[in-house]
T-cell receptor, first 112, second 115 residues
Framework: DAKTTQPPSMDCAEGRAANLPCNHS???????VYWYRQIHSQGPQYIIH???NNETNEMASLIITEDRKSSTLILPHATLRDTAVYYC?????????????FGTGTRLQVFP | NAGVTQTPKFQVLKTGQSMTLQCAQD?????MYWYRQDPGMGLRLIYY???????DKGEVPNGYNVSRLNKREFSLRLESAAPSQTSVYFC??????????????FGPGTRLLVL
């Protein structure tokens, strides 16, 4: 299973872009990169996912390098409510398996 | 559309007691998961089910059993609870291809204390 490496913590000023990096150097060709976040002790919330191309939705953008060994989650205008632990996950999916293993995540603190 | 529901929300057990945590989803997802989260730690995968009738071990399966009787429900059973199983348990249901309209693929959690 491909593992991910993230910095343990990051700070970001409110209104600025938050760029959260993730390394997944052992990712396989058919494995997707997923991002979730967890606020306090709530259940994790899905943010975005991608395979090869960059992706954007109403919450964030996902930039995946051409070799797919790393990615960056971008929150374009961070707010105080974006303070959370952000998890980068490689999803190992095939016909009869679909494993989703969380790493240790990055604790993002957005300050006023 | 309730998403993922878990019962109970809280439970206190004595060492050696058994219990089953229930999880249900109404999003017609194939893949379902059970995680545990200890205080200040990340989520660890206990078991998962890629489709109805199949289950596979995750990172920390010892002391647990699961059952995926139908597409909606995925239960987690502790046969003989131990204090080391004190944790918050999250159930998840995730679409196999792409994402649906929901972003809340995880249940609210079950807080379990084993004395």
């Amino acid at each position: 299973d491909a593992k991910t490496t993230q910095p343990p913590s990051m700070d970001c000023a409110e209104g600025r872009a938050a760029n959260l990096p993730c390394n997944h150097s052992t990712i396989s060709g058919n494995e997707y990169v997923y991002w979730y976040r967890q606020i306090h002790s709530q259940g994790p919330q899905y943010i975005i996912h991608g395979l090869k191309n960059n992706e954007t939705n109403e919450m964030a953008s996902l930039i995946i390098t051409e070799d797919r060994k790393s990615s960056t989650l971008i929150l374009p205008h961070a707010t105080l409510r974006d303070t959370a632990v952000y998890y980068c996950i490689v999803r190992a999916r095939s016909y009869n398996t679909d494993k989703l293993i969380f790493g240790t995540g990055t604790r993002l603190q957005v300050f006023p | 559309n309730a998403g993922v529901t878990q019962t109970p929300k809280f439970q206190v057990l004595k060492t050696g007691q058994s219990m089953t945590l229930q999880c249900a989803q109404d999003m017609n997802h194939n893949s379902m998961y059970w995680y545990r989260q200890d205080p200040g730690m990340g989520l660890r995968l206990i078991y998962y089910s890629a489709s109805e009738g199949t289950t596979d071990k995750g990172e920390v399966p010892n002391g647990y059993n699961v059952s995926r009787l139908n597409k909606r429900e995925f239960s987690l059973r502790l046969e003989s609870a131990a204090p080391s199983q004190t944790s918050v348990y999250f159930c998840a249901s995730i679409p196999r291809d792409g994402q649906g309209q929901e972003t809340q693929y995880f249940g609210p959690g079950t807080r379990l204390l084993v004395l």
